[in-house]
T-cell receptor
Framework: SQKIEQNSEALNIQEGKTATLTCNYT??????LQWYRQDPGRGPVFLLL?????KEKRKERLKVTFDTTLKQSLFHITASQPADSATYLC?????????FGQGTELSVKP | GAVVSQHPSRVICKSGTSVKIECRSL??????MFWYRQFPKQSLMLMAT?????????EQGVEKDKFLINHASLTLSTLTVTSAHPEDSSFYIC?????????????FGPGTRLTVL
């Protein structure tokens, strides 16, 4: 089954900079990949979905890329704000179920 | 749209008791609901998949007699942790999937923090 790897170390950046988070997977390319935001003690909130035939998807300050050759997705937050501080999870579809990475904690300092 | 609620948000119980957690889709009908468990600093682990009107499908290593799931309607699924023990203490999260309307996207509840003393 799939193994998903996200940066386990927290990412600390300055307000206004672009945050880039990485999600790597090991096996076959999934039909789609999703990114979620999770705040402490809360359930994940859906952000973006990108399909295997899409290279890039944007939503406001968010951008996701999907490289099936590298088996990697990158998640970018441009013009980051302290309110963007949270844990970001990537999830892959496998057999109709979602497999989650362990998440990367992002901290945006003012 | 696509709001999922859970109740209770927090529960503390004594070892050996049973706890029921409700998951509701408030503004759509969920053909499928999923139950996850998340330990601190770890990923969400799928416990079971629940389809309305049928028996839940449990993931490997999850005891179906300990974690009872009922999906009696298209808007409600319940998870009952029977004879809870301290090692069952965790954050339990449900998600709902409607199939056609919000295709391929699961919408998550706010989670239930279970503490077993």
């Amino acid at each position: 089954s799939q193994k998903i790897e996200q940066n386990s170390e927290a990412l600390n950046i300055q307000e206004g900079k672009t945050a880039t988070l990485t999600c790597n997977y090991t096996n076959y390319s999934p039909a789609y990949l999703q990114w979620y935001r999770q705040d402490p003690g809360r359930g994940p909130v859906f952000l973006l979905l990108i399909r295997e035939n899409e290279k890039e998807k944007r939503k406001e300050r968010l951008k996701v890329t999907f490289d099936t050759t590298l088996k990697q997705s990158l998640f970018h937050i441009t013009a980051s704000q302290p309110a963007d501080s949270a844990t970001y999870l990537c999830a892959l579809e496998e057999g109709g179920k979602l497999i989650f990475g362990q998440g990367t904690e992002l901290s945006v300092k003012p | 749209g696509a709001v999922v609620s859970q109740h209770p948000s927090r529960v503390i119980c004594k070892s050996g008791t049973s706890v029921k957690i409700e998951c509701r889709s408030l503004d759509f009908q969920a053909t499928t609901m999923f139950w996850y468990r998340q330990f601190p600093k770890q990923s969400l682990m799928l416990m079971a998949t629940s389809n309305e009107g049928s028996k839940a499908t449990y993931e490997q290593g999850v005891e179906k007699d300990k974690f009872l799931i009922n999906h009696a309607s298209l808007t409600l699924s319940t998870l009952t942790v029977t004879s809870a023990h301290p090692e069952d203490s965790s954050f339990y999260i449900c998600s709902a999937y409607s199939g056609g309307l919000f295709t391929d996207t699961q919408y998550f509840g706010p989670g239930t923090r279970l503490t077993v003393l």
